[in-house]
């Protein structure tokens, strides 16, 4: 199993980024699907989820309004477009299989 994350990087609040999730090595149609992240110095907090069939979502109270979660079974991969950042967004972002497979993690970094 592999899950590598891309789209991390540097930008100012109110501003947008994309985060890919590349899945390999199982059958990714079968499950869900998360992402996560760690602030510094705080613990790993859920951010979204999506169900296998890409009919429900979840997000986080902190997030709500702002970030989309998506995926496409033909690429294997799952995005979560963020919208309207804000300093506190700035975390490690790391993507989650509901089998409990884990990402390395792609850092996302919100200030002016």
């Known amino acids: 199993v592999q899950l590598v994350e891309s789209g991390g990087g540097w930008v100012q609040p109110g501003g947008s980024l994309r985060l890919s999730c590349a899945a390999s090595?199982?059958?990714?149609?079968?499950?869900?699907m998360s992402w996560y992240r760690q602030p510094p110095g705080k613990e790993r907090e859920l951010v979204a989820f999506?169900?296998?069939?890409?009919?429900?979502?979840k997000y986080a109270d902190s997030v709500k309004g702002r970030f989309t979660i998506s995926r496409d079974d033909v690429r294997n991969t799952v995005y979560l477009q963020m919208n309207s950042l804000k300093p506190e967004d700035t975390a490690v972002y790391y993507c989650?299989?509901?089998?409990?497979?884990w990402g390395q993690g792609t850092q996302v970094t919100v200030s002016s």
């Open positions: 090595g199982f059958s990714f149609s079968r499950y869900g």
């Open positions: 999506i169900r296998s069939d890409g009919r429900s979502t």
């Open positions: 989650m299989t509901s089998r409990g497979d």
